[in-house]
């Protein structure tokens, strides 16, 4: 489920750059993104999280990160660890402002404490999810761990 909230914030994140969704732009998207797979629940917490980032990078506008042309080399360990399509598909994260180049080292991190295996794109997908969770602990909508959750945790 993680690895499709980040699939959908990528969507969004290229609908919608700007962060500005009206409702009549989001019903087309939505019902396209039902239509790919995804569940209704997985859209509604992808769309919490964009919007909590957007509102984030609204109250920190001040605080900009440094945007260069330059891109992050990985140690011979990383290499060792993560897969070619892996770090690329960080390094379209990171490109497409969903991700930080602070969070971008933290998920890389994360790769290479894994240890032996090798991580590949959905990996990558699970580590964002866990990265932009952490980030956003402090959104105020109730509802957010409930989507997080498979069917069989809600029940007690």
């Known amino acids: 489920m993680e690895r499709h909230i980040v699939e959908i914030l990528v969507i969004l994140t290229r609908e919608y750059p700007e962060g500005a969704i009206t409702r009549e732009g989001l019903e087309p998207l939505n019902k396209e993104m039902i239509e790919m797979g995804y569940s209704q629940q997985e ?3 992808a769309l919490l999280l964009y919007h909590s980032r957007q509102l984030t990078k609204q109250r920190s506008n001040h605080l900009r990160e440094f945007k260069s042309h330059a891109f992050r080399m990985l140690h011979e360990v990383e290499q060792a660890v993560l897969k070619p399509e892996a ?4 390094i379209k994260l990171q490109l497409l402002g969903l991700i930080s ?3 971008l080292d933290e998920i890389i991190e994360k790769s290479v404490l894994l240890g032996g295996r090798k991580v590949d794109i959905d990996d990558v997908k699970t580590f964002v999810a866990a990265q932009i969770m952490e980030q956003d602990n402090n959104i105020s909508a109730p509802g957010l761990v409930f989507y997080m959750k498979t069917p069989s945790d809600r029940i007690q």
């Not at 770090?87 to 960080?90: A, D, E, N, P, S």
């Open 43 to 45: 859209i509604e917490a």
């Open 87 to 90: 770090y690329g598909y960080l």
């Open 101 to 103: 180049l602070n969070e």
